[in-house]
Nanobody, 118 residues
């Protein structure tokens, strides 16, 4: 079964950088889309960035120009490079992966905490 594990979260000062990683530890499937979402306490979960198997990317307006998503499909791993971090970026960042054809399967990691201090 799919088991997504995130890493790379932590505490960073505003303006700093972090690199998040997410891997399907068993690397059983190829995913149509992999991406990152985030959720701050008391707020709804929001899309951060996604990347398709073809390399197409999508970013939330709030992170465009600061975050970069990439993937290594052979390793079923997705990365999120976060630069120029702001306190507003503080949240639990969760990895997401989707696969399927007519029926899509959706998987989530447990999340990694990113805290940006001012």
């Amino acid at each position: 079964q799919v088991q997504l594990v995130e890493s790379g979260g932590g505490l960073v000062q505003a303006g700093g950088s972090l690199r998040l990683s997410c891997k399907d530890s068993r690397s059983i499937f190829s995913f149509n889309v992999m991406g990152w979402y985030r959720q701050a306490p008391g707020k709804q979960r929001e899309l951060v960035a996604t990347i398709t198997s073809a390399g197409g990317t999508n970013y939330a307006d709030s992170v465009k120009g600061r975050f970069t998503i990439s993937r290594d499909s052979a390793k079923n791993t997705v990365y999120l490079e976060m630069n120029s971090l702001k306190p507003e970026d503080t949240a639990v960042y969760s990895c997401n992966a989707k696969r399927g054809t007519s029926i899509m399967y959706d998987y989530w990691g447990r999340g990694t905490q990113v805290t940006v201090s001012s």
